[in-house]
Protein backbone atom coordinates (compact mmCIF):
# COMPACT_ATOMS: atom_id res chain seq x y z
CA UNK A 1 0.00 0.00 0.00
CA UNK A 2 1.18 3.49 -0.92
CA UNK A 3 1.44 6.61 2.03
CA UNK A 4 -1.78 7.94 0.96
CA UNK A 5 -3.76 4.40 1.14
CA UNK A 6 -2.36 4.17 4.87
CA UNK A 7 -3.06 7.57 5.56
CA UNK A 8 -6.53 7.09 4.33
CA UNK A 9 -7.09 3.52 5.97
CA UNK A 10 -5.04 5.05 9.35
CA UNK A 11 -7.56 7.90 9.28
CA UNK A 12 -10.77 5.42 8.65
CA UNK A 13 -9.43 4.03 11.39
CA UNK A 14 -9.10 6.63 13.92
CA UNK A 15 -12.78 7.99 12.72
CA UNK A 16 -13.95 4.50 14.12
CA UNK A 17 -12.14 4.96 17.09
CA UNK A 18 -14.07 8.80 17.68
CA UNK A 19 -17.46 7.57 16.72
CA UNK A 20 -17.49 4.33 18.89
CA UNK A 21 -16.55 7.17 21.98
CA UNK A 22 -19.63 9.58 20.69
CA UNK A 23 -22.15 6.79 20.47
CA UNK A 24 -20.96 5.15 23.67
CA UNK A 25 -21.29 8.76 26.02
CA UNK A 26 -23.93 9.98 23.87
CA UNK A 27 -24.12 13.34 26.70
CA UNK A 28 -21.61 15.12 25.06
CA UNK A 29 -23.55 15.09 21.17
CA UNK A 30 -26.82 15.80 22.99
CA UNK A 31 -25.31 18.61 24.70
CA UNK A 32 -23.89 20.22 21.97
CA UNK A 33 -27.82 19.64 20.19
CA UNK A 34 -29.41 21.10 23.60
CA UNK A 35 -27.40 24.77 23.24
CA UNK A 36 -28.91 25.76 19.53
CA UNK A 37 -32.62 23.87 20.26
CA UNK A 38 -32.65 26.31 23.76
CA UNK A 39 -31.71 29.04 21.84
CA UNK A 40 -34.18 28.48 18.86
CA UNK A 41 -37.12 28.10 21.39
CA UNK A 42 -36.15 30.98 23.55
CA UNK A 43 -36.11 33.64 20.51
CA UNK A 44 -38.98 32.31 19.01
CA UNK A 45 -41.63 31.68 21.80
CA UNK A 46 -39.87 34.39 24.13
CA UNK A 47 -38.78 37.45 21.72
CA UNK A 48 -40.10 36.03 19.03
CA UNK A 49 -43.37 38.17 19.02
CA UNK A 50 -41.44 41.51 19.66
CA UNK A 51 -38.73 40.64 17.29
CA UNK A 52 -41.06 39.38 14.50
CA UNK A 53 -42.86 42.82 14.48
CA UNK A 54 -39.79 44.58 13.48
CA UNK A 55 -39.17 42.75 10.77
CA UNK A 56 -40.11 43.53 6.94
CA UNK A 57 -39.82 39.90 5.51
CA UNK A 58 -40.90 39.94 2.03
CA UNK A 59 -42.06 43.64 2.03
CA UNK A 60 -44.31 43.41 4.46
CA UNK A 61 -43.75 45.51 7.30
CA UNK A 62 -45.85 44.00 9.72
CA UNK A 63 -43.98 40.71 10.83
CA UNK A 64 -45.11 38.07 13.47
CA UNK A 65 -43.63 35.35 15.50
CA UNK A 66 -44.10 32.90 12.18
CA UNK A 67 -42.08 35.82 9.86
CA UNK A 68 -39.42 35.45 13.05
CA UNK A 69 -39.02 31.61 12.92
CA UNK A 70 -38.38 31.90 8.98
CA UNK A 71 -36.23 34.69 9.94
CA UNK A 72 -33.88 33.38 12.67
CA UNK A 73 -33.64 29.44 11.47
CA UNK A 74 -30.26 30.12 9.32
CA UNK A 75 -28.85 31.70 12.17
CA UNK A 76 -29.77 29.14 14.42
CA UNK A 77 -28.06 26.70 11.83
CA UNK A 78 -24.83 28.56 12.26
CA UNK A 79 -25.19 28.12 15.96
CA UNK A 80 -25.51 24.69 16.14
CA UNK A 81 -22.13 24.44 13.68
CA UNK A 82 -20.45 27.02 16.01
CA UNK A 83 -21.88 24.81 19.05
CA UNK A 84 -21.16 21.59 17.86
CA UNK A 85 -17.25 22.90 16.84
CA UNK A 86 -16.64 23.55 20.56
CA UNK A 87 -17.33 19.65 21.31
CA UNK A 88 -14.02 19.04 19.24
CA UNK A 89 -12.18 21.16 21.14
CA UNK A 90 -12.75 19.27 24.15
CA UNK A 91 -12.44 15.87 22.56
CA UNK A 92 -9.29 16.68 21.24
CA UNK A 93 -7.84 18.03 24.29
CA UNK A 94 -9.39 15.06 26.71
CA UNK A 95 -7.74 12.81 24.22
CA UNK A 96 -4.25 14.90 24.42
CA UNK A 97 -4.21 13.50 28.25
CA UNK A 98 -4.56 9.80 27.35
CA UNK A 99 -1.96 7.72 27.45
CA UNK A 100 -2.72 6.08 23.87
CA UNK A 101 -1.27 9.36 22.17
CA UNK A 102 1.80 8.59 23.44
CA UNK A 103 1.64 5.11 22.18
CA UNK A 104 0.29 6.74 18.38
CA UNK A 105 3.21 8.24 18.82
CA UNK A 106 6.09 5.19 18.81
CA UNK A 107 3.87 3.44 15.87
CA UNK A 108 4.46 3.91 12.42
CA UNK A 109 0.60 5.97 11.74
CA UNK A 110 -0.30 8.36 9.55
CA UNK A 111 0.71 11.37 10.60
CA UNK A 112 -2.43 13.48 10.62
CA UNK A 113 -4.99 10.61 11.13
CA UNK A 114 -5.02 11.07 14.85
CA UNK A 115 -6.73 14.79 13.90
CA UNK A 116 -8.22 13.49 10.60
CA UNK A 117 -10.20 10.94 12.61
CA UNK A 118 -11.14 13.79 15.63
CA UNK A 119 -11.81 16.24 12.54
CA UNK A 120 -14.00 13.82 10.79
CA UNK A 121 -15.88 12.56 14.15
CA UNK A 122 -16.83 15.92 14.57
CA UNK A 123 -18.33 16.89 11.02
CA UNK A 124 -20.93 13.49 11.05
CA UNK A 125 -21.77 14.45 14.47
CA UNK A 126 -22.45 18.03 13.32
CA UNK A 127 -24.75 17.10 10.56
CA UNK A 128 -26.61 14.75 13.52
CA UNK A 129 -26.75 17.70 15.53
CA UNK A 130 -28.01 19.83 12.71
CA UNK A 131 -30.37 17.37 11.52
CA UNK A 132 -31.69 17.18 15.50
CA UNK A 133 -32.30 20.85 15.36
CA UNK A 134 -33.50 21.19 11.57
CA UNK A 135 -36.23 18.62 12.93
CA UNK A 136 -37.37 21.07 16.18
CA UNK A 137 -37.37 24.12 13.79
CA UNK A 138 -40.11 22.32 11.25
CA UNK A 139 -41.59 20.90 13.91
CA UNK A 140 -42.41 24.43 15.65
CA UNK A 141 -43.51 25.32 11.97
CA UNK A 142 -40.70 26.43 9.95
CA UNK A 143 -41.28 26.42 6.51
CA UNK A 144 -38.51 26.30 3.91
CA UNK A 145 -39.37 27.43 0.42
CA UNK A 146 -36.15 25.03 -0.96
CA UNK A 147 -36.25 22.56 -3.62
CA UNK A 148 -34.50 19.19 -2.79
CA UNK A 149 -31.29 20.65 -4.76
CA UNK A 150 -31.82 24.46 -2.44
CA UNK A 151 -31.72 22.26 0.61
CA UNK A 152 -28.47 20.65 -0.55
CA UNK A 153 -26.55 23.43 -1.55
CA UNK A 154 -27.48 25.03 2.10
CA UNK A 155 -26.62 21.64 4.19
CA UNK A 156 -23.08 21.77 1.84
CA UNK A 157 -22.44 25.36 2.84
CA UNK A 158 -22.86 24.79 6.69
CA UNK A 159 -20.63 21.39 6.35
CA UNK A 160 -18.12 22.93 4.34
CA UNK A 161 -18.37 25.94 7.36
CA UNK A 162 -18.93 23.36 10.04
CA UNK A 163 -15.60 21.78 9.08
CA UNK A 164 -13.80 25.20 8.91
CA UNK A 165 -14.70 25.54 12.56
CA UNK A 166 -13.90 22.11 13.53
CA UNK A 167 -10.57 22.99 12.32
CA UNK A 168 -9.77 25.53 14.32
CA UNK A 169 -11.39 23.94 17.39
CA UNK A 170 -9.06 21.53 17.01
CA UNK A 171 -6.24 23.82 16.79
CA UNK A 172 -7.48 25.62 19.97
CA UNK A 173 -7.83 22.24 21.93
CA UNK A 174 -4.10 21.39 20.87
CA UNK A 175 -3.01 24.65 21.94
CA UNK A 176 -5.06 24.55 25.23
CA UNK A 177 -2.90 23.81 28.08
CA UNK A 178 -6.01 21.38 29.77
CA UNK A 179 -8.97 20.67 29.14
CA UNK A 180 -10.97 23.42 31.08
CA UNK A 181 -9.45 25.86 28.76
CA UNK A 182 -10.13 24.00 25.31
CA UNK A 183 -13.20 23.98 26.22
CA UNK A 184 -12.97 28.28 27.20
CA UNK A 185 -11.31 29.53 24.47
CA UNK A 186 -13.68 28.51 21.40
CA UNK A 187 -16.94 29.85 23.35
CA UNK A 188 -16.12 33.03 21.44
CA UNK A 189 -17.86 31.00 18.30
CA UNK A 190 -21.02 30.66 20.07
CA UNK A 191 -20.89 34.72 20.46
CA UNK A 192 -20.35 35.05 16.85
CA UNK A 193 -23.86 34.30 15.00
CA UNK A 194 -25.12 36.97 17.76
CA UNK A 195 -22.88 40.11 16.14
CA UNK A 196 -24.36 38.59 12.37
CA UNK A 197 -27.38 38.82 10.49
CA UNK A 198 -28.29 35.84 12.46
CA UNK A 199 -30.30 37.16 15.13
CA UNK A 200 -31.08 40.54 13.69
CA UNK A 201 -31.00 42.59 10.13
CA UNK A 202 -27.17 43.93 10.27
CA UNK A 203 -29.07 47.42 9.34
CA UNK A 204 -30.73 47.74 12.53
CA UNK A 205 -27.13 47.26 14.42
CA UNK A 206 -25.32 50.81 15.49
CA UNK A 207 -22.47 52.03 13.18
CA UNK A 208 -18.99 49.82 14.34
CA UNK A 209 -20.84 46.67 15.34
CA UNK A 210 -22.59 46.83 11.96
CA UNK A 211 -19.32 47.21 10.17
CA UNK A 212 -18.22 43.92 12.22
CA UNK A 213 -21.07 42.14 11.24
CA UNK A 214 -21.00 43.02 7.45
CA UNK A 215 -17.52 41.64 7.57
CA UNK A 216 -17.14 38.52 9.73
CA UNK A 217 -17.74 35.16 8.43
CA UNK A 218 -21.12 34.18 10.01
CA UNK A 219 -22.99 37.14 7.94
CA UNK A 220 -22.39 35.55 4.29
CA UNK A 221 -22.95 32.07 5.65
CA UNK A 222 -26.29 33.18 7.09
CA UNK A 223 -27.25 34.78 4.32
CA UNK A 224 -26.36 32.21 1.88
CA UNK A 225 -28.07 29.48 4.21
CA UNK A 226 -31.29 32.26 4.43
CA UNK A 227 -31.23 32.81 0.94
CA UNK A 228 -30.99 28.57 0.02
CA UNK A 229 -33.88 27.84 2.28
CA UNK A 230 -36.87 30.95 2.51
CA UNK A 231 -35.73 32.31 -1.06
CA UNK A 232 -34.21 36.02 -0.38
CA UNK A 233 -31.59 37.58 -2.17
CA UNK A 234 -28.39 35.72 -1.52
CA UNK A 235 -25.78 37.88 -3.64
CA UNK A 236 -22.26 37.92 -3.61
CA UNK A 237 -22.51 36.04 0.28
CA UNK A 238 -22.26 32.97 -1.37
CA UNK A 239 -18.99 33.48 -2.84
CA UNK A 240 -18.02 35.10 0.76
CA UNK A 241 -19.35 32.09 2.61
CA UNK A 242 -16.99 29.84 0.54
CA UNK A 243 -13.71 32.01 0.69
CA UNK A 244 -13.96 32.34 4.28
CA UNK A 245 -14.23 28.71 5.03
CA UNK A 246 -11.78 27.19 2.67
CA UNK A 247 -9.60 30.04 4.20
CA UNK A 248 -9.94 28.85 7.86
CA UNK A 249 -10.25 25.45 6.96
CA UNK A 250 -6.69 25.61 5.21
CA UNK A 251 -5.23 27.81 7.99
CA UNK A 252 -6.68 26.01 10.54
CA UNK A 253 -5.49 22.81 8.90
CA UNK A 254 -2.02 23.21 8.98
CA UNK A 255 -1.98 25.25 12.35
CA UNK A 256 -3.45 22.12 13.98
CA UNK A 257 -0.66 20.03 12.27
CA UNK A 258 2.16 22.02 13.55
CA UNK A 259 0.72 21.96 17.11
CA UNK A 260 0.00 18.02 16.72
CA UNK A 261 3.61 17.17 15.88
CA UNK A 262 5.31 19.49 18.18
CA UNK A 263 2.87 18.92 21.40
CA UNK A 264 3.81 15.85 24.05
CA UNK A 265 0.66 14.76 25.23
CA UNK A 266 0.24 15.81 28.70
CA UNK A 267 2.00 14.39 31.42
CA UNK A 268 0.35 12.19 33.49
CA UNK A 269 2.49 12.61 36.25
CA UNK B 1 17.01 5.98 13.36
CA UNK B 2 17.15 9.45 12.21
CA UNK B 3 16.14 8.63 7.83
CA UNK B 4 13.85 5.97 8.86
CA UNK B 5 11.58 6.88 11.65
CA UNK B 6 8.40 4.69 10.47
CA UNK B 7 11.04 1.91 9.55
CA UNK B 8 11.87 1.65 13.49
CA UNK B 9 8.11 2.58 14.88
CA UNK B 10 7.18 -0.29 12.87
CA UNK B 11 9.43 -2.89 14.24
CA UNK B 12 9.96 -1.97 17.87
CA UNK B 13 7.12 -1.58 20.74
CA UNK B 14 6.93 0.86 23.67
CA UNK B 15 5.19 -0.31 26.78
CA UNK B 16 5.11 2.88 29.16
CA UNK B 17 5.46 3.03 32.61
CA UNK B 18 1.56 4.71 32.36
CA UNK B 19 -1.36 2.55 30.82
CA UNK B 20 -1.20 3.72 27.14
CA UNK B 21 -4.87 2.51 26.73
CA UNK B 22 -7.81 3.85 25.39
CA UNK B 23 -9.93 3.98 28.37
CA UNK B 24 -13.60 4.66 26.38
CA UNK B 25 -12.96 1.43 24.63
CA UNK B 26 -13.31 -2.11 25.52
CA UNK B 27 -10.29 -4.61 25.94
CA UNK B 28 -10.83 -5.83 22.67
CA UNK B 29 -11.69 -2.32 20.88
CA UNK B 30 -8.96 -1.53 22.49
CA UNK B 31 -6.39 -4.15 20.49
CA UNK B 32 -8.71 -4.08 17.54
CA UNK B 33 -7.40 -0.74 17.14
CA UNK B 34 -3.98 -1.45 17.07
CA UNK B 35 -4.40 -3.76 14.82
CA UNK B 36 -5.90 -1.72 12.43
CA UNK B 37 -2.99 0.73 13.14
CA UNK B 38 -0.02 -2.28 12.08
CA UNK B 39 -2.64 -3.10 9.01
CA UNK B 40 -3.08 -6.36 9.73
CA UNK B 41 -6.16 -6.87 7.68
CA UNK B 42 -9.83 -8.41 8.57
CA UNK B 43 -8.76 -11.66 8.94
CA UNK B 44 -5.49 -11.59 10.76
CA UNK B 45 -6.53 -8.67 12.35
CA UNK B 46 -9.56 -10.16 14.74
CA UNK B 47 -7.66 -13.35 15.09
CA UNK B 48 -4.56 -11.92 16.76
CA UNK B 49 -6.77 -10.27 19.19
CA UNK B 50 -8.40 -13.58 20.22
CA UNK B 51 -4.99 -14.53 20.32
CA UNK B 52 -3.83 -12.13 22.66
CA UNK B 53 -6.75 -11.91 25.31
CA UNK B 54 -6.23 -15.57 26.06
CA UNK B 55 -2.77 -15.31 26.36
CA UNK B 56 -3.27 -12.23 28.54
CA UNK B 57 -6.23 -14.04 30.16
CA UNK B 58 -8.31 -10.94 29.25
CA UNK B 59 -10.70 -13.02 27.51
CA UNK B 60 -13.56 -12.86 30.14
CA UNK B 61 -13.00 -9.16 30.50
CA UNK B 62 -13.06 -8.48 27.08
CA UNK B 63 -16.07 -6.66 26.31
CA UNK B 64 -16.14 -5.04 29.23
CA UNK B 65 -15.28 -1.19 29.19
CA UNK B 66 -11.51 -0.11 30.81
CA UNK B 67 -13.18 1.53 33.62
CA UNK B 68 -14.35 -1.64 35.01
CA UNK B 69 -10.06 -3.11 34.56
CA UNK B 70 -8.23 -3.32 37.64
CA UNK B 71 -4.61 -2.21 37.16
CA UNK B 72 -3.08 -5.72 36.45
CA UNK B 73 -5.72 -6.19 33.83
CA UNK B 74 -4.93 -2.68 32.11
CA UNK B 75 -1.39 -3.24 32.22
CA UNK B 76 -1.72 -6.66 31.23
CA UNK B 77 -4.09 -5.15 28.38
CA UNK B 78 -1.21 -2.62 27.65
CA UNK B 79 1.79 -5.02 26.93
CA UNK B 80 -1.05 -7.21 24.76
CA UNK B 81 -1.41 -3.94 22.83
CA UNK B 82 2.40 -3.61 22.02
CA UNK B 83 2.33 -7.23 21.07
CA UNK B 84 -0.79 -7.00 18.11
CA UNK B 85 2.75 -5.59 15.54
CA UNK B 86 4.92 -9.08 16.52
CA UNK B 87 7.63 -5.78 17.55
CA UNK B 88 11.44 -7.67 17.64
CA UNK B 89 12.42 -4.85 19.77
CA UNK B 90 10.41 -4.45 22.74
CA UNK B 91 10.29 -1.52 25.51
CA UNK B 92 9.16 -2.38 28.55
CA UNK B 93 9.22 0.40 31.24
CA UNK B 94 8.44 -0.97 34.72
CA UNK B 95 6.24 -3.37 33.40
CA UNK B 96 5.44 -5.02 36.94
CA UNK B 97 5.48 -1.80 39.16
CA UNK B 98 2.24 -2.17 40.97
CA UNK B 99 1.07 -5.41 39.96
CA UNK B 100 -0.89 -7.91 41.84
CA UNK B 101 1.28 -11.23 42.09
CA UNK B 102 -1.10 -13.26 39.16
CA UNK B 103 -0.95 -10.38 37.32
CA UNK B 104 3.43 -9.91 37.53
CA UNK B 105 3.49 -13.64 37.16
CA UNK B 106 1.76 -13.56 33.83
CA UNK B 107 3.99 -10.30 32.64
CA UNK B 108 6.93 -12.46 33.67
CA UNK B 109 5.94 -15.70 32.00
CA UNK B 110 5.30 -13.80 29.02
CA UNK B 111 8.59 -11.63 28.48
CA UNK B 112 10.42 -15.31 29.00
CA UNK B 113 8.13 -16.52 26.21
CA UNK B 114 8.98 -13.42 23.92
CA UNK B 115 12.80 -14.03 24.68
CA UNK B 116 12.81 -17.74 23.78
CA UNK B 117 10.86 -16.31 20.31
CA UNK B 118 14.42 -14.28 19.69
CA UNK B 119 12.73 -10.87 20.76
CA UNK B 120 14.89 -8.21 22.24
CA UNK B 121 13.49 -6.91 24.88
CA UNK B 122 15.06 -3.64 26.80
CA UNK B 123 13.22 -3.05 30.53
CA UNK B 124 13.88 -0.93 33.08
CA UNK B 125 12.51 -1.61 36.72
CA UNK B 126 13.31 -1.16 40.15
CA UNK B 127 12.45 -4.33 41.34
CA UNK B 128 16.12 -5.92 41.27
CA UNK B 129 15.25 -9.40 41.45
CA UNK B 130 12.89 -9.18 38.57
CA UNK B 131 16.36 -7.96 36.76
CA UNK B 132 18.24 -11.00 38.09
CA UNK B 133 15.54 -14.01 37.21
CA UNK B 134 14.65 -12.21 33.39
CA UNK B 135 17.37 -10.46 32.30
CA UNK B 136 20.61 -11.67 30.22
CA UNK B 137 22.45 -8.43 30.68
CA UNK B 138 22.07 -5.83 33.66
CA UNK B 139 23.10 -2.24 33.40
CA UNK B 140 22.64 -0.53 36.51
CA UNK B 141 21.72 3.21 36.63
CA UNK B 142 22.33 5.64 39.07
CA UNK B 143 21.36 9.23 38.38
CA UNK B 144 21.30 8.81 34.58
CA UNK B 145 24.54 7.01 34.45
CA UNK B 146 25.62 3.54 34.07
CA UNK B 147 27.53 2.56 36.91
CA UNK B 148 27.98 -1.29 36.06
CA UNK B 149 26.96 -3.25 33.50
CA UNK B 150 26.98 -7.28 33.01
CA UNK B 151 25.53 -10.28 33.40
CA UNK B 152 23.64 -10.79 36.85
CA UNK B 153 25.87 -13.69 37.93
CA UNK B 154 29.31 -11.15 36.30
CA UNK B 155 27.97 -8.44 39.00
CA UNK B 156 26.98 -10.73 41.97
CA UNK B 157 30.72 -12.07 41.27
CA UNK B 158 32.16 -8.09 41.47
CA UNK B 159 31.00 -7.75 44.89
CA UNK B 160 31.85 -9.48 47.91
CA UNK B 161 28.86 -10.60 49.77
CA UNK B 162 26.57 -13.60 50.89
CA UNK B 163 25.59 -14.62 54.57
CA UNK B 164 24.80 -17.07 56.66
CA UNK B 165 22.28 -15.84 58.89
CA UNK B 166 22.12 -17.95 62.26
CA UNK B 167 19.18 -17.74 64.66
CA UNK B 168 19.00 -18.49 68.45
CA UNK B 169 16.71 -19.83 70.95
CA UNK B 170 18.09 -17.53 73.58
CA UNK B 171 20.87 -14.97 74.44
CA UNK B 172 23.31 -17.91 75.92
CA UNK B 173 23.47 -19.46 73.02
CA UNK B 174 24.13 -16.18 70.69
CA UNK B 175 26.85 -15.09 73.40
CA UNK B 176 28.44 -18.33 73.03
CA UNK B 177 28.51 -18.17 69.06
CA UNK B 178 29.78 -14.63 68.58
CA UNK B 179 32.56 -16.06 71.33
CA UNK B 180 33.14 -19.14 68.86
CA UNK B 181 33.27 -17.38 65.90
CA UNK B 182 32.88 -13.20 66.54
CA UNK B 183 33.58 -11.55 63.83
CA UNK B 184 30.34 -9.46 63.38
CA UNK B 185 28.51 -7.67 66.31
CA UNK B 186 25.49 -9.47 67.09
CA UNK B 187 21.70 -8.39 66.66
CA UNK B 188 20.66 -8.80 70.34
CA UNK B 189 17.10 -8.23 69.29
CA UNK B 190 16.71 -10.94 66.69
CA UNK B 191 18.79 -13.18 68.28
CA UNK B 192 20.57 -13.11 65.09
CA UNK B 193 24.28 -13.44 63.76
CA UNK B 194 25.35 -13.19 60.30
CA UNK B 195 28.63 -14.72 59.36
CA UNK B 196 29.62 -13.43 56.06
CA UNK B 197 30.22 -16.61 53.82
CA UNK B 198 31.29 -17.20 50.00
CA UNK B 199 28.18 -19.53 49.55
CA UNK B 200 29.53 -22.89 49.35
CA UNK B 201 28.43 -26.23 50.90
CA UNK B 202 32.11 -26.57 52.09
CA UNK B 203 32.24 -23.52 53.89
CA UNK B 204 28.13 -24.13 55.68
CA UNK B 205 29.33 -27.07 56.64
CA UNK B 206 32.83 -25.92 58.36
CA UNK B 207 30.38 -23.41 60.38
CA UNK B 208 27.81 -26.48 61.10
CA UNK B 209 30.70 -28.87 62.62
CA UNK B 210 32.03 -25.74 64.78
CA UNK B 211 28.50 -24.89 66.14
CA UNK B 212 28.10 -28.74 66.82
CA UNK B 213 31.25 -29.48 68.79
CA UNK B 214 30.94 -26.74 71.03
CA UNK B 215 27.36 -27.85 71.71
CA UNK B 216 25.13 -24.82 70.59
CA UNK B 217 22.22 -25.36 69.44
CA UNK B 218 21.08 -23.07 66.20
CA UNK B 219 17.59 -22.34 66.27
CA UNK B 220 16.94 -21.95 61.97
CA UNK B 221 19.45 -20.54 59.91
CA UNK B 222 19.48 -19.09 56.15
CA UNK B 223 21.83 -18.77 53.57
CA UNK B 224 22.07 -15.32 51.90
CA UNK B 225 23.77 -15.51 48.14
CA UNK B 226 24.56 -12.32 47.18
CA UNK B 227 21.15 -10.59 45.07
CA UNK B 228 21.39 -7.70 43.08
CA UNK B 229 20.21 -5.44 45.69
CA UNK B 230 23.56 -5.66 47.08
CA UNK B 231 25.27 -5.14 43.90
CA UNK B 232 22.86 -2.19 43.98
CA UNK B 233 24.11 -0.65 46.69
CA UNK B 234 27.84 -1.82 46.41
CA UNK B 235 28.13 -0.23 43.20
CA UNK B 236 25.98 3.22 43.95
CA UNK B 237 27.05 3.53 47.33
CA UNK B 238 24.10 4.40 49.11
CA UNK B 239 21.19 2.45 50.00
CA UNK B 240 18.19 4.41 49.74
CA UNK B 241 16.50 5.05 46.75
CA UNK B 242 17.56 9.20 46.25
CA UNK B 243 15.76 11.97 44.31
CA UNK B 244 17.88 11.24 41.77
CA UNK B 245 15.40 7.79 40.80
CA UNK B 246 17.90 5.27 40.75
CA UNK B 247 17.02 2.41 38.04
CA UNK B 248 18.03 -0.58 36.77
CA UNK B 249 17.66 -1.30 33.10
CA UNK B 250 18.12 -5.16 31.58
CA UNK B 251 18.12 -6.48 28.77
CA UNK B 252 16.87 -9.71 27.63
CA UNK B 253 17.40 -11.13 24.48
Known amino acids: ?269 | MVTEPDGVRAVIGVTGQFSAVDNLLTGAENLRLMADLRHLGRRAGPRRVTELLERFDLTDAADKPLSRYSGGMRRRLDLAMTLVGDPRLIFLDEPTTGLDPRSRRIVWQIIGELVADGVTIFLTTHYLDEADQLADRVAVLDRGRVVAAGTPAELKRRIRGGHIELHFADPRALREAVGLIGTVPPDHEQLALHVPGDGTVASLRRLLDQLHAAHIEVEHLSIHTPDLDDVFFAVTGHPTTEPAKPSQEALAQ
Open chain 1, 1 to 269: MSGLAYTLTDSATMLRRNLKHQLRYPSLTLMLAGFPILFLLLFVYVFGGQLGAGLGVHGNPHGDRGAYLTYVVPGILTVTVASAALGTAISVAMDMTEGIIDRFRTMAIARAAVLTGHVIGSLLQTVAVLALVIGVALAIGFRPTANPLEWLAAIGILVLFAFALIWLSAALGLAARSVETASNTPMFLTLLPFLSSGFVPIATLPAGLRQFAEYQPFTPVTQTVRGLLTDTSIGTHAIGAVAWSVGIALVCYLWALRLYNRRRAADPK
